[in-house]
């Protein structure tokens, strides 16, 4: 492989987009020979990832999106980054994101904004917008990215890929920078469920150094149909944007007649969105702390916003931090209601889709995807049939904790047959 014309050919294409904020060197840099494989044997070999830039990447800049960071050069590897390098993939380059991954945005101050490769002007969500955006123009084959509280599934279904929270625990978060620790996750994001198969069984290594590592015991694979999903009821679906609508609908419609058993059951999104609104707090909260020693300092490293957003979490009591990780707490029997006697939630990811920079930002966007970090549980985006001139919207599916190889058997199935229908749409067109 050929690294210099590869890089030069990613720069190029990423002009009108802003994905990448550094690139692999070949030459002087620890990463050399990357693209080298130790042997025949390796899962990843001469695969490319785009890596998000609070996950450290050895000989280039840790920035987790933060000005104030933007000098910091990490010296090793992150742990996950490690494991990709082991199994033969190349890394190209550490991509933009959310400024301390606190927004669903991708407009960043200090790194510009992540265009969205579908429509130029129109965000790529976030904080993984820059992930999302690699693979979405092709110019990765997958990408690592963070999910806290939909931030890898958001921008998935946004940008009309695929995005994948394993269970807390299942990838190790050695080596990147915390917004929160319960609700941190790492995700992957590629063009097929099948890739994310590939990259999870990798990444899926418990890191004994990692204080949130989990091990989960191994659990059924759905593999027998009619697999059972709970869906949005009538009233539960009146949020939604039209066309986010029209898409979830047509998709369930694809998917009970490929012989899945739906139920529709209602869904409180109040309580969703006051979790969320709870999960937002402690991120804040969190962020004063960790940031502690760049907000001392006023030269500009980190935003006005940011600086707002922290501050209001730093003034709150320790009885308002203890209520707000009750909210959550209480989440876990959410999902518990939704998977009573189903194999697992379906549910549009967001409920609009991605939108222009110049418009108001839609407070709601991690209502449904919120719900995954704050049980642990695993979720992944899958794209939906859209008409060709709309943006894409999301489908998001959700298992129990540890059920993450079942949720990716099912993801595949249903992307199957999902795709199938949406290239017969295209072809009527």
């Not at 380059?93 to 400024?99: A, D, K, P, Q």
């Not at 006023?298 to 003034?315: E, Q, T």
């Not at 989440?331 to 006697?341: F, G, K, M, N, Y």
Request: hydrophobic share 45%; glycine share 8%.
């Amino acid at each position: 492989m050929d690294v210099l014309k590869l890089i030069d050919d990613i720069q190029q294409r990423d002009r009108e987009i802003g994905a990448f904020v550094a690139f692999a060197k070949s030459t002087s840099s620890p990463i050399d020979g990357q693209f080298q494989a130790k042997n025949a044997e390796n899962a990843l070999q001469d695969w490319t990832f785009a890596v998000k830039s609070n996950i450290a990447v050895a000989g280039l800049a840790h920035t987790a999106g933060i000005g104030g960071y933007r000098d910091r050069i990490a010296s090793e590897d992150a742990f996950c980054v490690a494991r990709l390098r082991a199994a033969g993939a190349g890394i190209i380059g550490t991509v933009n994101m959310e400024e301390a991954a606190l927004g669903a945005v991708t407009s960043n101050p200090h790194f510009g904004k992540t265009h969205n490769p579908l429509r130029h002007g129109y965000t790529a969500g976030g904080s993984s917008g820059g992930s999302a955006a690699a693979v979405a123009a092709r110019m990765v084959r997958a990408a690592l990215g963070t999910d806290t509280m939909g931030s890898c599934r958001i921008p998935a279904a946004y940008c009309g890929v695929v995005g994948f929270k394993p269970s807390y625990g299942r990838i190790s978060m050695r080596g990147v920078e915390p917004l929160s620790r319960r609700l941190d996750h790492v995700g992957i994001l590629a063009n097929t469920a099948t890739d994310v198969r590939d990259v999870f069984a990798v990444l899926d290594s418990f890191d004994a150094n990692d204080a949130g590592a989990r091990r989960y015991n191994a659990k059924h694979e759905t593999s027998v149909k009619p697999v059972r999903l709970a869906v949005l009821d009538e009233a539960s679906r009146a949020g939604l944007d039209a066309d986010v609508r029209r898409d979830y609908e047509g998709a369930l419609d694809q998917i009970a007649g490929a012989g899945y058993q739906l139920t529709e059951r209602a869904v409180d999104q109040a309580k969703l969105a006051a979790a969320r609104r709870a999960g937002l707090l402690i991120c804040e909260a969190e962020l004063s702390v960790t940031l502690a020693d760049l907000l001392a300092k006023d030269d500009g490293g980190v935003s006005a916003n940011l600086r707002k957003l922290i501050a209001f979490g730093a003034a709150k009591s320790a009885a308002d931090i203890s209520n707000a990780h009750a909210a959550i707490d209480a989440t876990a029997a959410v999902l518990r209601e939704q998977l009573s006697d189903v194999d697992a939630v379906c549910w549009p990811t967001a409920p609009q889709t991605a939108f222009a920079f110049s418009a108001p930002v839609p407070a709601n966007q991690a209502d449904f995807t919120c719900l995954a970090n704050f049980t642990g549980a695993p979720a992944i985006s899958l794209p939906m049939p859209c008409a060709p001139s709309n943006m894409p919207s999301g489908l998001q599916l959700m298992m129990a904790s540890g059920e993450d190889e079942a949720l990716l058997n099912l993801a595949e199935m249903l992307a199957t047959i999902v795709e199938s229908n949406r290239r017969n749409a295209n072809n009527k067109t």
